[in-house]
């Protein structure tokens, strides 16, 4: 592998950002401020899978060393980029799905209101993809820090884009704080690691895990309590770039951005770093089954109430990003069971098909004129065809259909999660891993049933979001007229090529991804598993084979999945009535999954209250306005005070200077001999 092409798969996108944001700003058109920006993408993902091509061929892992970054007492920090297997594989899916999403973007963005303000989207979404590039390629942990907090504060931007709205504005804020809580964690984590390895201290991927094989001592041996907490605090900060208990509350709220921004922060980027840095650190987290207990139950508690609440939310963004929650908690269970390549597997199925998914809700927005209640959409499969299908493709992929990508990863994950060993030493050990199975197939059958939910009321049945003889629409408000592209009323359409060009790609890898990495009762089977070998070769843990359950257990999966399908299909297309009585019925259920649980209102109440408060009464009313001001103030009176006294003394008469000059002489002399 060439060098110079490595540096320049993170340089591209940055110089597009700053074509874009320095060099054209309102001066581009969208279509040029956007092809700029797809353009610089596409080359680093043609120079992508050309690296991964060269690996998949044998080469070796390369190095590219760029500048030493800073160097005192023995530590150093370069600016160098790392390229092996893990690398590459998620250079491409950031690169490939990230061009998709830019050049979906040309089309989708064609109504933006504000027109000199798209070249700042684009401008964003390079700069977007040069970060999360950073946290993937940096070959030590603070390169890996840049990019992670640069997804953070480009996720800010773009979520925030349209600031204009207060809402959408503070749900930007939103994101940018919670995720400095998991930050928190995660620096403090590394500089305990740092302290914890003395001489052998070193921000190298490489070095680090020679010296954790090497010296397991240092950080306390298998089990000890520094790699433990170690892991725990880096996990912290997974929680938040991740979106998991407690700090999953930002994801939702991050659909106030455009719609390609929630395909691109949800499917493919920043939601899946902390997966990306567990398994880089793959060789630590191995030797604290405490810590990846947690990881795994967190996980599956995470599917589980993200799943809950998916069942009952009417806005289709807002299902897709419980969705995306979901999926996430299932990744965070196969690494935490030590399935790291079966974790990582599920990154790359789920960017392909959650993917579509968010694109082709976009494409759904976008033809309703920013419609996003499912209430208002039906029968939108005869209306847009093209969309429909390709949607169906990811539907597939995301319940689990034999055949579909999300089949083979989703499946390999509960199967490990049943067999795992890893927590065999642990109290409860042995019980574990069947309560977690337990627990993440009920969120599989949650997704096929708020899934099918979600495909009925938008596409099956008759379109509920036209107008009536009266020029009404379905809630009784008055008709626009024509929209921003001259069409009358509401009236569904089909989405220009634009948009539905990248649905049909994506829509394929939904179909096909899962052949990257077949299970073992296939032909041909395990290709990523053989792939990415070399990176977790001092990770290596023993699932026992032969297993008898796998297949009934797999059969009860689907059996169950078929059920929620069915049970889907009763409730909104069969007896549409049914839905609201057992919602009457068990009202308080009900109402908890339609409002979150009221996680917010108790973050509200616990945290954000008390501290706006605090700094209020406490903080600006005693320490700020009493204190500090106290101080100041203070300082300025003995100052007045002082001045007012020389003023005195200098007022140009001798008798005054001779009594001074009497009294300083004799406060001298007292002092020497008293000295």
Same mark, same amino acid.
């Given at each position: 592998?060439?060098?110079?092409?490595?540096?320049?798969?993170?340089?591209?996108?940055?110089?597009?950002?700053?074509?874009?944001?320095?060099?054209?700003?309102?001066?581009?058109?969208?279509?040029?401020?956007?092809?700029?920006?797809?353009?610089?993408?596409?080359?680093?993902?043609?120079?992508?899978?050309?690296?991964?091509?060269?690996?998949?061929?044998?080469?070796?892992?390369?190095?590219?060393?760029?500048?030493?970054?800073?160097?005192?007492?023995?530590?150093?920090?370069?600016?160098?980029?790392?390229?092996?297997?893990?690398?590459?594989?998620?250079?491409?899916?950031?690169?490939?799905?990230?061009?998709?999403?830019?050049?979906?973007?040309?089309?989708?963005?064609?109504?933006?209101?504000?027109? &000199?303000?798209?070249?700042?989207? !684009?401008?964003? /979404?390079?700069?977007? @993809?040069? *970060?999360?590039?950073? =946290? +993937?390629? #940096?070959?030590?942990?603070?390169?890996?820090?840049?990019?992670?907090?640069?997804?953070?504060?480009?996720?800010?931007?773009?979520?925030?884009?349209?600031?204009?709205?207060?809402?959408?504005?503070?749900?930007?804020?939103?994101?940018?704080?919670?995720?400095?809580?998991?930050?928190?964690?995660?620096?403090?984590?590394?500089?305990?690691?740092?302290?914890?390895?003395? &001489?052998?201290?070193?921000?190298? !991927?490489?070095? /680090?895990?020679?010296? @954790?094989? *090497?010296?397991?001592? =240092? +950080?306390? #041996?298998?089990?000890?309590?520094?790699?433990?907490?170690?892991?725990?605090?880096?996990?912290?900060?997974?929680?938040?770039?991740?979106?998991?208990?407690?700090?999953?509350?930002w994801l939702p709220d991050a659909m106030a951005g455009p719609t390609p921004v929630s395909a691109l922060i949800h499917a493919a980027t920043m939601v899946t770093s902390g997966i990306y840095m567990i398994c880089r650190l793959n060789y630590l987290f191995v030797m604290a089954p405490a810590a990846m207990a947690a990881v795994a139950t967190i996980g599956a =508690?995470?599917?589980?109430?993200?799943?809950?609440?998916?069942?009952?939310?009417?806005?289709?963004?807002?299902?897709?990003?419980?969705?995306?929650?979901?999926?996430?908690?299932?990744?965070?269970?196969?690494?935490?069971?030590?399935?790291?390549?079966?974790?990582?597997?599920?990154?790359?199925?789920?960017?392909?098909?959650?993917?579509?998914?968010?694109?082709?809700?976009?494409?759904?927005?976008?033809?309703?004129?920013?419609?996003?209640?499912?209430?208002?959409?039906?029968?939108?499969?005869?209306?847009?065809?093209?969309?429909?299908?390709?949607?169906?493709?990811?539907?597939?992929?995301?319940?689990?259909?034999?055949?579909?990508?999300?089949?083979?990863?989703?499946?390999?994950?509960?199967?490990?999660?049943?067999?795992?060993?890893?927590?065999?030493?642990?109290?409860?050990?042995?019980?574990?891993?069947?309560?977690?199975?337990?627990?993440?197939?009920?969120?599989?059958?949650?997704?096929?049933?708020?899934?099918?939910?979600?495909?009925?009321?938008?596409?099956?049945?008759?379109?509920?979001?036209?107008?009536?003889?009266?020029?009404?629409?379905?809630?009784?408000?008055?008709?626009?007229?024509?929209?921003?592209?001259?069409?009358?009323?509401?009236?569904?359409?089909?989405?220009?090529?634009?948009?539905?060009?990248?649905?049909?790609?994506?829509?394929?890898?939904?179909?096909?991804?899962?052949?990257?990495?077949?299970?073992?009762?296939?032909?041909?089977?395990?290709?990523?598993?053989?792939?990415?070998?070399?990176?977790?070769?001092?990770?290596?843990?023993?699932?026992?084979?032969?297993?008898?359950?796998?297949?009934?257990?797999?059969?009860?999966?689907?059996?169950?999945?078929?059920?929620?399908?069915?049970?889907?299909?009763?409730?909104y297309v069969r007896e549409p009535h049914r839905p609201a009585e057992i919602a009457a019925r068990f009202r308080k259920l009900y109402e908890g999954s339609l409002n979150k649980w009221y996680v917010d209102?108790?973050?509200?109440?616990?945290?954000?209250?008390?501290?706006?408060?605090?700094?209020?009464?406490?903080?600006?009313?005693?320490?700020?306005?009493?204190?500090?001001?106290?101080?100041?103030?203070?300082?300025?009176?003995?100052?007045?005070?002082?001045?007012?006294?020389?003023?005195?003394?200098?007022?140009?008469?001798?008798?005054?200077?001779?009594?001074?000059?009497?009294?300083?002489?004799?406060?001298?002399?007292?002092?020497?001999?008293?000295?």
């Open positions: 592998m060439n060098s110079l092409l490595i540096t320049l798969v993170p340089a591209f996108p940055l110089v597009g950002a700053i074509v874009n944001g320095l060099l054209l700003q309102s001066r581009a058109s969208r279509v040029v401020a956007g092809s700029i920006a797809s353009l610089m993408v596409g080359l680093s993902a043609a120079i992508s899978f050309l690296c991964m091509s060269q690996l998949m061929g044998g080469a070796e892992p390369v190095n590219v060393h760029l500048w030493t970054w800073m160097e005192a007492a023995g530590f150093h920090a370069d600016v160098a980029f790392r390229v092996d297997q893990l690398t590459a594989t998620m250079m491409c899916v950031i690169t490939g799905i990230g061009t998709l999403i830019h050049v979906y973007s040309i089309g989708y963005m064609d109504d933006e209101a504000d027109k &000199d303000s798209v070249w700042r989207f !684009f401008a964003y /979404l390079n700069l977007f @993809i040069f *970060a999360m590039l950073l =946290l +993937v390629m #940096g070959d030590n942990f603070l390169l890996m820090f840049v990019g992670w907090e640069g997804v953070g504060l480009c996720s800010y931007l773009l979520i925030g884009f349209w600031y204009e709205n207060a809402d959408y504005a503070s749900a930007g804020k939103k994101a940018f704080v919670t995720n400095r809580v998991g930050d928190f964690s995660f620096v403090t984590g590394l500089f305990l690691l740092f302290w914890s390895l003395g &001489d052998h201290a070193t921000m190298n !991927f490489v070095e /680090l895990e020679h010296a @954790i094989a *090497a010296h397991p001592e =240092l +950080v306390g #041996g298998v089990g000890g309590v520094i790699v433990t907490t170690v892991c725990l605090l880096f996990f912290g900060g997974a929680t938040g770039k991740s979106a998991q208990i407690p700090l999953y509350v =508690l995470t599917a589980f109430v993200a799943a809950t609440i998916a069942v009952t939310q009417n806005d289709i963004k807002k299902v897709l990003a419980y969705s995306t929650v979901s999926q996430l908690g299932f990744m965070f269970l196969g690494v935490g069971v030590g399935g790291f390549v079966a974790g990582f597997f599920h990154v790359i199925t789920h960017a392909f098909f959650k993917a579509l998914m968010f694109l082709g809700s976009g494409s759904i927005i976008h033809a309703l004129h920013h419609e996003q209640d499912m209430r208002r959409m039906g029968g939108l499969a005869r209306h847009m065809k093209v969309t429909f299908l390709t949607f169906l493709m990811g539907y597939l992929a995301i319940i689990g259909v034999p055949g579909f990508s999300g089949f083979f990863s989703k499946d390999e994950i509960l199967w490990l999660t049943f067999i795992t060993p890893m927590f065999e030493g642990l109290p409860l050990g042995h019980v574990m891993p069947k309560v977690l199975w337990a627990l993440a197939t009920a969120s599989a059958l949650l997704t096929a049933f708020y899934m099918s939910r979600l495909m009925f009321m938008t596409f099956a049945g008759k379109y509920r979001g036209g107008h009536d003889s009266h020029g009404h629409d379905a809630h009784g408000h008055a008709a626009h007229g024509h929209d921003a592209h001259g069409h009358h009323g509401h009236d569904p359409h089909e989405s220009p090529a634009v948009i539905v060009g990248p649905l049909v790609v994506l829509a394929g890898l939904a179909a096909v991804g899962g052949f990257l990495n077949l299970p073992h009762w296939l032909p041909g089977h395990g290709m990523l598993h053989h792939f990415l070998d070399p990176v977790f070769e001092h990770a290596h843990v023993e699932f026992p084979e032969g297993n008898p359950l796998e297949f009934p257990l797999m059969g009860l999966t689907l059996l169950g999945v078929a059920g929620s399908v069915g049970l889907a299909y009763l409730f209102e108790a973050y509200e109440a616990a945290i954000l209250t008390p501290i706006v408060t605090g700094s209020r009464q406490v903080l600006w009313a005693i320490i700020d306005s009493q204190i500090i001001d106290g101080i100041v103030n203070g300082a300025a009176t003995v100052a007045q005070t002082a001045g007012r006294l020389h003023g005195r003394l200098g007022n140009g008469k001798v008798q005054t200077y001779a009594i001074s000059i009497a009294a300083g002489a004799a406060l001298l002399a007292t002092a020497y001999v008293l000295g």
